[in-house]
Structure formats: C-alpha cells, structure tokens
C-alpha cells in the first residue's frame, strides 16, 4: 500500500469502504463535507461536553478511572494548545471533517486506547446538538453585556437631554409634541424586550447529550449525570426530537433578528435626524465617513451598516428556517449549515450593538435647531382638542371645531393656534354647534413647551412620563450592578 501523502490522504478512520478509499480521496469531497471553518469556534465547548460525557462513562463504569484521567489530561492540553496557538493549531485537519474529529484524533494521539473509548455510547449528532446548546448559553452572557452598555448610553444620554421638547411624528408627519427622553426610552424599551425574548429563549436548557445518532444506547448512560456537569438541569425526552433539532439555533437567531429589526429602525430615525434638513443630531465625526469625490461629506455610515446588516441577520434566521424545513426527522447533513448562520447573525449583532452604544454615547442633540421648528405643523391641536373636552364638548366636536381653527391659521398664514384670539375660538365652537366654552386659560394648553407638561396618562411622552421613565431605569441600572 501507497503511504498517505496529499495526492494519497489516509482514509477516515470512521469509514469502512470496500475500496478501502473514502471521501478523503477526492479533495473537493474532503473540503465540501467539512465544517472546521466555522465550527472550529465550539472547541471549548466540545471538550466541556466530552469532558462531562467521560465522567458518565467512568462514573456508570464504562470507563476505568484511569481511562477518564487520560481522556481529561488529553482533553485538557489540547484546549491549552488551541487557547495557543489558534488556526495554526496542527490537529486541524480538514480531511477529518469537523471540530469533534479533529479533536477526538488528537486525544487518541495523545491517550491511545483511553481516547478510543471516549466516543462510546456517543454520536456527532448527540454531541454537535449538545454543543450548541452550551455554545448558546455561553454567548448569551456576551451578548447581555453589550444590551447593558447600550442600555446605559440610552438612560445617560435621555438623563443629558431628556427634557428637551422636540416634534413626535406618525406617518413621518408632526403629531404631538414630546420630550427627547420619551423617545430614547422607546428605543431602549424595545432593547430591552428583544433581550427578554432572548433571555426567555435561551433559559430552558436540556441537554441532548446520551441521545447518541438517532435512537439513545443500549449501554447504560446515566443522562442526569452528565446534563448535571454540564450544569443544565434536564436532559431531552425523545433521542428523535433531540438529534434532528436546531430549534435552539433557530429561536436565538429569531431574537437576534428582532434587535436587528429595532436597531435598524433606531439607526433609520437617526439617519433623517442627523440631515441637514432636519439637524435635530450631530454625529461624532468618529462615527461619520466622508466621501472620495464630495469634500464636504459628512455620511452617517455606521447608522447606515446598523440598518443594513439586519439583512445579513434576517438572512441567517430564514436560512436557518430553510435548511430544517425539508428534513426527515433524524440527524441529517444539512443541519450542519445551521452553525455558520447562527455564528453569522451573532457577530453582526454584537458588532451593532457595540456600535450603537458608542454612536449613543457621543451624538449631541441640537436643542435650539430643534426649538426653531416647533411652531411648524400645529403639534398643540389635539391637546386644544382635549381642552375643549374638558370644558364639556364631546370629543367628535372639538376634533372638528380644532380642524376648522386649524383651517382659520393656515389661511390667514399664522403657524400658531395661540395666535387666535378668544373670540376666534369660540365663535369656532358655536360653528360647530357647541356652547362657546372657551377662557384665558386655553391658551395654557397651547405650544409644545406648555403642552409636554399637560400629558398625564401614564406612559405618556411628555416630561411626567419621562421622569417616570428616567427614574425606573435609573433604579433598574442601579440593581443591574447588584452582584447577584
Ligand atoms: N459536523 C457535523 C454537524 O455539524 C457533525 C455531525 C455529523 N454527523 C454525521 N452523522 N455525519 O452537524
């Protein structure tokens, strides 16, 4: 027999062929069929797994105590050398397909026969599900981090310019007007509802671990045994369900699809903001890029990848979606694509997340360019409408007799409900057919200023509900520092 040589590699030791070649014989099969690339990055937690898996086998009795000392001493250098040395770590071998071969190859080098038992009463497909489920749990703590920061470059910058008046906009038109901080905190609410979706998604850990490739084992595994030193606290209840699941990948990569969503609207709202003709914010030039040709360019380019990558991000959630949709139940090799999505959705979303923060952290808000425009688009009528209300006109009513003063500035070219005279308001009033209920006092329900401090439903947007706000998560900020 020829020696294994790259025209020659050897084949895998898990296939048994007639030929006695196998799919490491064609290079293009080797390279198709491997996942190193991407999963590489599961190493740690491969070998947390199969560290918890031989404390099963010796503790049931599979495995001799020597053998789980060996098999820890292995396992244990080679998560040292690769901490080391990275992508040049020698035992990755793309003919050997994956992280847990690669891995198992190397400790068998190491350990001899003590390695060869390691994958007893184990599959792949056991063992890449477990993985995952670790490798969730452990990002999930990387990613909370970032929520935080993001959460508290909101509530400074909301404490900073929380009170200033600024123009609310439905169908990108004035509505009411409403205090900055109302509006940073409904950016920080949604933060905080995708990172609940997260939480929620990501906290009912069982582990698949001892589900073997389809059915279990006939050996006797202790399942509880090694969920326990994975520290998840239930273990799967169908091998099935267990090996051809990726719903785990799947749910995380919708909640990351979710802030991608929101951070993109955030950045979107931001990005008319920050134009020339609206100039209510200043972006740091940090987080600005100018243009090869236009010298005077000042693009929001940060905002504008925040608001792209949620592409990038949805894509992942419905290749995800894809890839399970047309499975037979059972592992089956499609589900292997699954990790380079959720790997993909991840890092976009961290890298948002840690933009955002630092975008929040240094835009100024233009208070008197936003003060300049607030007489534009009467923000005041409804809350006029409101004061009709309360003097006892049915709501249908003052709505038209507002809608009819409206008219009245328009044409004689006023911007402001406040420049009518009490005797325009009321003639308005028996127009329409109501008693003529208006006083002095209405003109304290007109402009933005007087305005924001009449909200008082709670939530609202003026500066009662944003006090409210700004205290809530000021104390929320305050137990999130709590040790636990
Ligand atoms: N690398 C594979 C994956 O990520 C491991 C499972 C392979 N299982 C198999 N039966 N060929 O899914």
Redesign the pocket.
Known sequence: MTPPSPSNPAPKPWEHTKSGQGSAADPLAARFVS?LDY?KRLYTHDIQGSIAHARMLEHVKLITADDLKEIERGLNEIKSEIDEQGDAWPGWKVEL????MCIEAALIEKTGDAGRKLHTGR???D??ATDLVLWVNESYWEINKKYDALVEAFIGLADCVGHIVMPSYTHLQRAQPIVVGAELFAWLESLCECRRRLTMLTHEDVSPLGSG?IAGSSLPLDREFSAEALDISAVSTNSLYATASRDVAVDYAYSLAMTSMWLSRWAEQWIIYASTEFGFITLDDLYTTGSSMMPQKQNPDMLELIRGKTGLVYGSLMALLTVCKGLTIG?N?D??E??RHVFAAYDAVCDCLDMAARIVKTTKFNEDRIKQGLDKGFLDATSLAEYLVTKGVPFRTSHQVVGKLVQQCRDKGFEKLSLLKLDDFNAACTDSGSKPVAEQDIYDWLGPENVVKRYQSAGNAGLSGFQEQLKTWKERLGEADQPE
């Not at 397909?97 to 847990?100: F, P, T």
């Open positions: 996942s999963d397909e994956d992280v847990h599959s792949r497909n063992q890449v490739a592992y090799r589900l292997q699954d990790k």
